[in-house]
């Protein structure tokens, strides 16, 4: 059995993620694939069905039954591969805005050179972000800056959604008392390995926008992780 899968959680990725799960399994390293959907009205998880018979023992579908946030999309996805003993588990979008590429970079951080938790970094070697107006990443950016003044974490790219996770890390943090659901949850899940002393380690990455499909950001979204924060760092105070 590998050791390795990536989860990719989906909504109306019909024209990204037959690529997306190619490119995955055309790496010289072998992941495996979950993909977690939201019951896309475009059928992105009948696609996946069909690309199954092609990759028998290597792809694998979790349907749930609507649109319930990215961040209970990927704890439906840790608890189901800590379920099946994978011992490196990935996040990763379905859009190419990571590239399939770096994940043996990701994975050699957590099982070669000793870090329990690796980021795929946009922002820890200047700013590596391709096709992004300057406004959203000036918002990405300060976003990151921002968050890591109030937690006190040592990550330039505290939103980062393209990651690697030693199991461990993921069998100590209690993922039912996770709260975000949006891309704070990116942010809380770094909090919370950072305050169990995880040794976290920045990869640096490109970033490339979709160029397929609509980005699923919202100003409730954002507004989760601008307001989240404090309370995070207020509750871990108290």
Known sequence: MRDSIVI????????????IIRAVFSQEKEF?????????????????KELQHEFPGRLFLEIRQ??????TAYIH??????????????????????????LVRLYDACANEGADLSIG???????????????????SYMASKYVRVITGMNIHDTTAGFVC??????????????????YAFQIEMKFKAYIKKFKIEEVPVIFTDRTKGES???????????????????????
Not at 32 to 48: C, G, H
Not at 66 to 71: A, E, I, Y
Not at 128 to 134: F, I, K, L, Q
């Open 165 to 182: 996770y030693k199991r461990e890390v993921l069998e100590t943090i209690d993922l039912d008392k996770i709260k975000f659901v949006g």
């Open 77 to 102: 996805g840790f608890k189901w591969c800590l379920k099946q003993n994978y011992q490196f588990i990935f996040e990763m979008d379905a859009d190419f805005s990571h590239n399939p590429i770096d």
């Open 8 to 19: 990719i959680p989906t909504y109306n990725e019909i024209e990204n993620i037959e690529a």
């Open 32 to 48: 495996d694939v979950l993909v977690v959907d939201d019951n896309s009205p475009d059928l992105t998880a009948q696609k996946v």
């Open 121 to 139: 970094s946009r922002y820890v070697k200047g700013v590596n972000v391709v096709n992004w107006p300057m406004n959203r990443v000036l918002m």
């Open 216 to 238: 699923k950001l919202s100003s409730g979204i954002i507004s989760e992780a601008i307001f989240g924060v404090i309370t995070m760092k207020l509750k871990s105070i108290f």
């Open 66 to 71: 609507g649109k319930s946030g990215l961040g």
